[in-house]
């Protein structure tokens, strides 16, 4: 698929009649020049779409976007790193409201037009009052070309930027899509994972977005874990401005299709970037189920395996440990028959009928040895199938998340808390 | 509770009428000396009962077992440590037969009437050549005062062998509960978790042990979490052969209430040693759900929070990170409103109506530096509440973890491999 998309510099700035720029306002620590302060704005009104968090437990930044997104089309997204605006009341949904405003008015847009962000620590108010000087400088910076500084101004933990964008032909029309993501640690399937925004200056109306926006994220964001953990905070924003003057796609016509595909593909390579970026990761891990009875069986035996802490560990130690996977798909709930069940790491069986296969261990230690290699889990029972994509758990992983104290540190420095 | 029952010495061995040896056959490295092969038996017919993994791959002793306590009851328990004799196909259900025909024949038993346990490294056959020499020793050994040594026998990972013994009155009649338990990793609720024997000299009838066990393991077993990896071979295990003298005793009368009172405290306190000698643990934390509109929201809350990566990352650095405890009660898929959530950390509150708290950081931060702790969460949504017993998640369990290779290594060497 990868073929029929050309890639192109320039991130979320690259398709047509977007500008961007990113800022520092010393979010996390003031004493530290560092990007944590974004804006996207489309020239033109764009068909919008998105998917949030499945948690109860809400940032105020998404429960503010959610009901923009339902009131009509977003034109821009304004995102800050270092401070996630979850678990602050309702002093956080004025806080998410006024970087709404700070950028509405001078942009001339009405408040629901703009979506925000925030990631970063939970449970510590907005520092404001180093947010809100710094709008001017901002909106002063807007310019084509500053894509990739929107992807640096997001990330956390991350250990480095993530962005992707790519140029394709819609019949007569080339169009773009960019995208840039964030996250490395609370990632976790079941929901629209981590900050995304997408720009794209193909002419798609809003429900097609819409229903492309779901149906691609169930199968790139929604497939990767992690550490298990959901966050408060996770956003997918979709902006389709129409400036590559194509005409408007048809829906369902062959032009959604292609889009879609390339809309798919832009996902998955960016939630792929998320767990190769993972927290102290040290393996990329395919994992296909095949054979299953359901969708869901499938789903559930991929979601165990990737998610037992076990497991991750013997990825961690290069260690190709076949009992620990078919234990994990044992307690998954999905209907399996331990007998039936195949292992292959790297196309290497390693178990065969639930039973140790006769693979050297040899060959086996050198496939798990790689950065990135699959594990298939054939089920032998239907033909239902399902894939995701996990990491390792290290040892740094664990200390890297034992204290969020310095943050605590900061705020009461900042008369917060 | 504690008071109305004497703790005695003894283990497994201390109630009346049962004989215990443990022995060492090297099963994990011939070179060492460790105890690591056990046996229970009862010299008058019992009452049993048993909970089993709801894994569905299940080990081959389980599968014996299971069918064994269907048929009638139990009367001996042999068990070994160092290979699970789990995903080993039909020559896994051979080997268990074989250990229980080895004790079976000379004890003048049916195979039926013997349980049989494995724990340790799963996919690799047992090395029974190593075994089957060692049954005349293990039999000879049979006396009164090795309870202590069966404890000794089952660990694994285990720092130490868990074990009590306790005597109380049930009217005139004096009577014992003694109990061991091994378990380390692969520590998760949903099930009867890792190996536990319990024998007693009480005359309880079948049935009313039945029921007794099955909710005795539901708040005590099945309440623990240490890495939220279910084993394949979790088992628990009663004898009760009524060798104490006193007469049966009748369905829910006093003495049933009482007895069932007496294992609930047995189990609870064995399932609280497995958490405090958790693999690579430091910490010792109680979670208390309250205020949830049902037992089962009480029950995904405390799920969720006990098995959270990152909270459990925070208790390991002494961080009391209430944010991370509420987004985890976000996504525990309960009812919950966030508004409403209240987290009290050692009876301080921590966070109140989903804000944050004015309790003093530093006093928050001497609470979770103590080894235990309790975390009361409240819904303050209804009156329905849930306990669960957790532990930290440590580097060093990861590390820990990383790789069983070396057993790989001498399954070759013994041509298991």
Chains 1, 2 share one sequence.
């Not at 520092?24 to 949030?52: H, M, Q, Y």
């Not at 779901?214 to 953990?229: A, K, M, P, Q």
């Amino acid at each position: 698929m990868d073929s029929q998309f050309t890639r192109i510099k320039g991130g979320v700035g690259a398709p047509q009649g977007f500008v961007t720029s990113a800022i520092s306002c010393g979010i996390k620590n003031p004493a530290v020049e560092r990007l944590d302060l974004a804006l996207i704005v489309s020239e033109k009104p764009c068909a919008s779409a998105g998917t949030f968090t499945t948690n109860r437990v809400k940032a105020a930044p998404v429960r503010v976007s959610q009901s923009h997104l339902r009131k009509g089309n977003l034109r821009a997204i304004v995102a800050n790193s270092g401070n996630a605006n979850a678990c602050t009341g309702v002093q956080g949904i004025r806080d998410a409201n006024a970087m709404c405003d700070a950028v509405a008015k001078p942009l001339k847009l009405k408040r629901s037009e703009i979506g925000v962000c925030s990631t970063g620590v939970i449970g510590l108010p907005m520092p404001m009052v180093r947010v809100e000087p710094k709008f001017p400088e901002l909106l002063e910076k807007l310019g084509p070309k500053n894509g990739p500084d929107v992807a640096a101004a997001i990330i956390t933990s991350d250990t480095h930027a993530k962005e992707i964008a790519i140029s394709f032909d819609l019949g007569e029309h080339r169009v773009r899509i960019g995208g840039c993501v964030k996250g490395a640690g609370m990632i976790s399937p079941s929901m629209a994972t981590m900050l995304c925004f997408i720009t794209t200056d193909a002419n798609i109306p809003t429900e097609s977005l819409r229903k492309g926006v779901l149906e691609c994220v169930e199968s790139s964001f929604n497939r990767i874990t992690i550490d298990g953990d959901m966050s408060t905070n996770d956003t997918v924003l979709v902006l389709a401005n129409g400036a590559s003057g194509m005409p408007s796609a048809r829906r369902n016509s062959s032009a959604c299709k292609q889009f879609r595909a390339a809309l798919q593909f832009v996902m998955l390579e960016l939630a792929k970037a998320v767990v190769r970026d993972g927290e102290r990761v040290t393996k990329f891990v395919t994992v296909d189920v095949v054979g299953a009875r359901t969708y869901l069986d499938a789903k559930k035996v991929a979601e165990a395996v990737c998610k037992s802490a076990l497991v991750k560990a013997s990825w961690n130690g290069g260690d190709p440990n076949w009992g620990r996977i078919l234990h994990a798909v044992g307690y998954s709930r999905a209907r399996i028959r331990e007998e039936l069940v195949d292992i292959h790491i790297a196309g290497k069986a390693a178990c065969i009928g639930g039973l140790q296969a006769t693979t050297p261990m040899e060959e086996l230690r050198a496939a798990v040895a790689e950065p990135e290699f699959t594990i298939t889990i054939d089920l032998n029972q239907g033909d239902a199938d399902y894939t995701m994509y996990s990491s390792d758990l290290s040892p740094e992983y664990i200390d890297f998340n034992r204290s969020e104290y310095a943050y605590w540190k900061q705020a009461r420095k900042d008369g917060l808390v």
